[in-house]
């Protein structure tokens, strides 16, 4: 339990928790509002921290140590169409059918505003963004995920809503936030094979290097799919895979005209100095070569965590092919654990009290290094079996 | 005259501005497509360098210094309305009518596709986003400096225009990009009288921090007339004044319904890490003190670099209260002139050939260093004189 001085720093992390709307607070924030606080480990953010190492290592070895830092900052970066000239390579795809993003959030936004007409399909839970930014006159329809069916996704189920409200947009995030459930290459083929008559249909594969269809952890591309389905945008976050959420960079991939009716609009140098960079770095192979080794270490320590995340007594622990665990704490308030784990402990995890479509208590704890992924279940196990034995923490079951 | 080695390197340069549209290429762009090539000066890019040393010197001792730059660029970065609320006492305006951009841009984009309804009056030549950028469903309407009256504003011809073609967004930038023209507080608040019927004045400042109306030098403030006009935007660039496009950052005071509109629409992540980091950084009273004594120099480095140009013989000088000169070169090519400085001598200017409302041969220069300006300056009057003897360079008077 929390005691009086832990109880002034939660009532101020819960009023910065008030200005960040159905996100978190920045760490940013934490650390600079409240004096003296510290993070240990952040759980919240879904990024794999070998890949910022990675980077750091190049952006130490290439930027810091020649002296090039001042121009990366100083000066305009290059525009949207010549970047994505650069990528088109490491991609392989037409330059012509790639749009940068300062994040995938811009590209999210841009989409629903630009492309979306009527009827937008959302699976509930999910990243907000997707339906708090739909436009006033689009209709957000809402496919859930039912608890008690694991939040499994019913494509038959799913399809069904697409027909009956005629939807113009729907989107599919894969692996799905928060709970990390994921629709095979071959699912998705049958699922796009069936939606010629929608418009649009969004795959938002920004947790996609964190997933396997078998042993062998290779990465998975969507790019067959994009050449077999016209309608089909990919949405692809830099910040998680890459850990670099604070530069802002994601792409995505879609029919040229879609791309040209963008940038007709705007967009001309939303990429920063330091995006360009990573994308510059991203095109070369040996960065590529070298990140595809800290991919597969990720993963495979997100594989262990789950073990010892479900070996945790009194929690269910949702499989997950992200490297995220949606976590469900029966009888026990999910933001006072989170409070606590963030105010005794300094891990930083995501109470989902907020996140719509999703009733009950679950936190969802992103996956870190092992001796991180060791700390976090040690404590989460501590926290959770004192909360228990309390009944005035507790909430219904 | 280039020789032939150096025409190689102007096809290439000319290639790369054809994928810039009516921008100029990136240094990173230029640098990093042609083999060998430096740019010693960058006139092109219309800020104070003084600042971005400043810039450099703080982000050196307060984050690279204290091991703070991976918390930067790894996590995800504050939101808007937060960072609104940090900028607020600097600005001296409620955070609830602070919007924060990714650059300026961004800004201009937004305003133009989520406010502007039928008619957008803009001002030539000028700052291309402003109606490149407008709505399909908007008609631009267009008022064009003349030339043989040194490009001067001229009020009443402008009002008349505003009523006649009953717009409903008006565009000022003060001073204007790319001569420079200016208009006073005085003159400011008359105009802005007879704008009560239109629904939004935007007032581009990105530039005003250059500008003095007298020899005080005095720091320039909209605020009164904020206060004043509730229809009245104003749009500030962070890149010009501080120095750091590359971080693209600007923000925008607008009345509150506008600012709740566009966060209702996105803008969630959309200034990153080190954008945060600068606004923090300008918020401390420290930093825009030592800011203010560089803004100063600046000024008056800008003021005899006017001198210095308007010696030169051949060429006509516009007067500017912005730190850049709007240059008219008679019987010259103006991409010629602008290709042989950068080629020969590393000085990246800006041709206007492309820029609409603009006929004649003019470059634009921006003024740099004291030490700077005297080589562009001695180049400048160099390459002109023997462009200006060579009939096969030069163009009709």
Not at 226 to 243: Q, Y
Request: glycine fraction near 6%; hydrophobic fraction near 40%.
């Amino acid at each position: 339990m929390l005691n009086e001085n832990e109880k002034v720093i939660a009532d101020k992390i819960r009023q910065l928790k008030q200005t960040s709307g159905s996100h978190s607070p920045s760490i940013y924030s934490l650390i600079s509002e409240i004096e003296g606080f510290e993070i240990a480990i952040d759980a919240c953010f879904l990024s794999n921290p070998y890949a910022t190492d990675l980077f750091m290592r190049y952006f130490k070895e290439e930027v810091l140590n020649q002296n090039k830092l001042r121009g990366l900052l100083e000066f305009y970066p290059t525009q949207n169409r010549p970047l994505a000239a650069i990528l088109s390579s490491t991609l392989g795809v037409d330059p012509e059918c790639i749009f940068l993003g300062n994040g995938a959030t811009e590209i999210i936004q841009t989409i629903l505003h630009r492309f979306t007409k009527k009827k937008l399909l959302v699976t509930l839970p999910t990243f907000s963004p997707y339906y708090e930014f739909a436009r006033s006159d689009t209709e957000v329809i809402f496919y859930t995920l039912d608890k008690r069916n694991d939040f499994k996704f019913d494509p038959d189920a799913w399809l069904k809503i697409v027909k009956k409200e005629k939807c113009d947009t729907v989107v599919l995030i894969n692996p799905n936030n928060p709970d990390g459930g994921y629709l095979s290459q071959k699912e998705l083929r049958t699922l796009l094979g069936a939606l010629k008559e929608v418009d649009q249909v969004i795959l938002d594969e920004s947790f996609l290097h964190f997933s396997s269809e078998d042993s062998s952890c290779k990465l998975i591309s969507n790019l067959p799919l994009l050449k077999e389905f016209p309608n089909l945008i990919t949405i692809k976050s830099m910040s998680k895979d890459f850990g670099i959420a604070g530069i802002r960079a994601g792409y995505a991939i879609m029919p040229k005209e879609k791309v040209k009716e963008l940038l007709k609009n705007g967009f001309l140098w939303n990429v920063s100095g330091l995006a360009e960079y990573f994308f510059r770095l991203y095109s070369t192979k040996q960065f590529r070569e070298e990140y595809e080794q800290i991919r597969i270490k990720h993963l495979q320590g997100t594989q262990d965590f789950f073990k010892q995340l479900n070996a945790i007594k009194g929690i269910n622990v949702y499989p997950s092919q992200a490297n995220f665990f949606l976590i469900e704490l029966p009888g026990v308030s999910s933001s006072e654990v989170a409070l606590e784990l963030l105010i005794r402990h300094g891990i930083y995890t995501r109470a989902c009290d907020d996140k719509k479509g999703l009733e009950g208590s679950f936190i969802r704890i992103a996956s870190r290094t092992p001796q991180e992924n060791m700390k976090i279940a040690h404590c989460l196990s501590q926290v959770v079996s004192s909360h228990a034995k309390d009944p005035l923490f507790s909430t219904p079951m």
